[in-house]
Nanobody, 115 residues
């Protein structure tokens, strides 16, 4: 069992920045894929960004060039730096870890972008 706890959500104006953090309850050194997903109001959960154990990253087209995913294996943390935020980025953001064919999720962090 893996517990993931997100933090760093909040409200920001368009063009602003936020950084989400995800703390894992186990060592993430051996976890091949970790990442972030989001669910906007009235929509299905969608991929935001993923990062492999070796640091390779993948981003959804809407966030490319604005968001950066990173991981700190020594401290069991994953981060999502979000810049140039847009109202369309408003959603609940979920941290994700794929471990031994199982998928674990955090409880979610609300991000609201509004003027």
């Amino acid at each position: 069992q893996v517990q993931l706890v997100e933090s760093g959500g909040g409200s920001v104006q368009p063009g602003g920045s936020l950084r989400l953090s995800c703390a894992a309850s186990i060592s993430i050194v051996s976890i091949r894929n970790m990442g972030w997903y989001r669910r906007a109001p009235g929509k299905q959960r969608e991929l935001v960004a993923t990062i492999t154990r070796g640091g390779s990253t993948n981003y959804a087209d809407p966030v490319k060039g604005r968001f950066t995913v990173s991981r700190d294996n020594a401290n069991n943390m994953v981060y999502l730096q979000m810049n140039s935020l847009e109202p369309e980025d408003t959603a609940v953001y979920y941290c994700n870890a794929d471990v031994d064919l199982l998928r674990f999720w955090g409880q979610g962090a609300q991000v609201t972008v509004s003027s």
